[in-house]
């Protein structure tokens, strides 16, 4: 791996001159990632080195946007392998190495969410509340940056800024729309997680705590396209209460765009979090005020598949929708104070409509609609932050510590 810090005005120069033919959201689609077919997919490193990767964006050509924990965001430019030069037994092989170009940064301690829009405009998406300022990792970089990024903030960035710009408050607006379903007494909260560009300049957010799915014009007006209602779970063995039924919050964490042009939103589930019930509903375009409810799935907002578990990251593609589950035991699993051995593998998911509702993974739960659900590379992937689509799947992560930029071919 090569890995470059420049310039930003280097960086932008570089940034302008892919934007007019790559920079565009990524659920516009790059084409069919599966004439490989699915049983002899293979897992491959793009490069390597990164800290804690979790946003991702990939824009085709060989380009992709990654985030990283200290707020930085680059772009992975991917090595070329072809023919060149000629020696007695054939020809040399040349192998050009991934280039990671730093466009900027984001003072955080947890890699935002990023999205590429139009005329080459980037969007980055802070999560609830700014990180203390007696963090370590905030201090360092206090030379720089004197003062953390906003908490549950939209910002743009384009090339040549110096820095990226607040563009939205989403936790402001959440203190004026609380969620009527909360669960545990603070419906003004605000953790936005996912995000997606759209095609007329605005961007979709999911907000894990508000439990719904904003949208922000190009004016940078907000209005809430959908709500999530809680669902009723089975409390899982060796938690307090075991095989009762408790209501648990949806944690809207994830949101991309269909080829279809639907907004697809994906859940995590709040406690206990039950294997199995994490669901991924669909609205069309342009909805306001839609209420996605697991009791009455076939209203304005529609569930397009069930069975999953702790999504926290969307990507979309000519088959389908991708869904990245942190850990296939749960994200409550990845957090017990126990070590739960085997609670850091998770998943990437194919979800296609129009079949039988068979799934295809190991360890699937629950019941999943009208959807087809099949596991890609099992067991391969080490708690995966996000992924997108640009003819193959690109996935980041672990999104704790060293992590990569990976590709199924």
């Not at 990524?26 to 069919?32: E, Q, T």
């Not at 040549?160 to 563009?167: R, Y």
């Not at 203190?175 to 009527?180: I, K, L, Q």
């Not at 999504?311 to 017990?336: C, F, H, Q, R």
Request: glycine residues 14%; hydrophobic residues 35%.
């Amino acid at each position: 791996m090569v890995t470059r810090r420049i310039t930003l005005t280097v960086a932008a120069a570089a940034t302008i001159a892919l934007a007019a033919s790559s920079f565009a959201p990524a659920s516009a689609g790059h084409g069919d990632h599966s004439r490989h077919g699915h049983h002899d997919a293979e897992l491959r490193t793009v490069v390597d080195g990164l800290d804690g990767p979790r946003g991702v964006d990939a824009l085709g050509h060989g380009l992709t946007l990654v985030t990283e924990t200290d707020g930085t965001f680059s772009l992975v430019i991917e090595g070329r392998r072809g023919w060149h030069g000629q020696h007695k037994h054939g020809r040399y092989r040349h192998t050009r190495e991934p280039q990671v170009i730093e466009l900027g940064q984001l003072p955080t301690s947890f890699a935002p969410a990023i999205a590429a829009g139009k005329h080459g405009t980037v969007w980055l998406l802070t999560g609830g509340g700014a990180p203390p300022e007696d963090d370590p990792q905030v201090a360092s970089l206090a030379a720089d940056e004197p003062t953390p990024a906003a908490g549950a903030t939209l910002f743009k960035w384009r090339p040549g800024w110096d820095a990226p710009v607040a563009f939205a408050d989403i936790a402001a607006y959440q203190a004026t729309d609380p969620d009527p379903y909360d669960l545990e007494g603070v419906p003004e909260d605000s953790n936005p997680f996912g995000l997606a560009a759209l095609d007329d300049g605005g961007v979709l957010v999911a907000d894990a705590a508000g439990n719904d799915l904003l949208r922000v014009s190009r004016s940078g007006e907000i209005s809430t396209v959908a709500r999530l209602k809680p669902r009723e779970v089975v409390t899982p063995e060796g938690l307090p209460g075991a095989g009762t039924t408790v209501p648990a919050e949806a944690v809207a964490t994830s949101v991309t765009v269909g080829d279809d042009g639907y907004w697809y939103i994906g859940e995590l589930r709040g406690y206990p979090a039950t294997p199995g019930t994490s669901e991924i509903w669909k609205v069309r375009a342009g909805t306001t005020d839609a209420t996605c409810d697991p009791e009455s799935p076939w209203g304005a907002c529609k569930r397009y598949a069930d069975g999953l578990t702790s999504i926290v990251d969307l990507g979309a593609g000519p088959k389908g929708i991708y869904a990245v589950t942190l850990s296939k035991m749960s994200w409550l699993a990845v957090e017990s104070p126990t070590p739960v051995p085997g609670a850091e593998i998770g998943g990437l998911f194919l979800v296609s409509s129009g079949h039988r509702g068979h799934h295809h993974y190991r360890g699937g739960h629950g019941s999943h609609g009208s959807a087809t659900i099949t596991e890609l590379v099992p067991d391969q992937l080490v708690l995966p932050g996000g992924v997108d689509v640009a003819g193959d799947p690109y996935i980041v992560g672990p999104v704790f510590g060293p992590g990569s930029l990976m590709k199924i071919s």
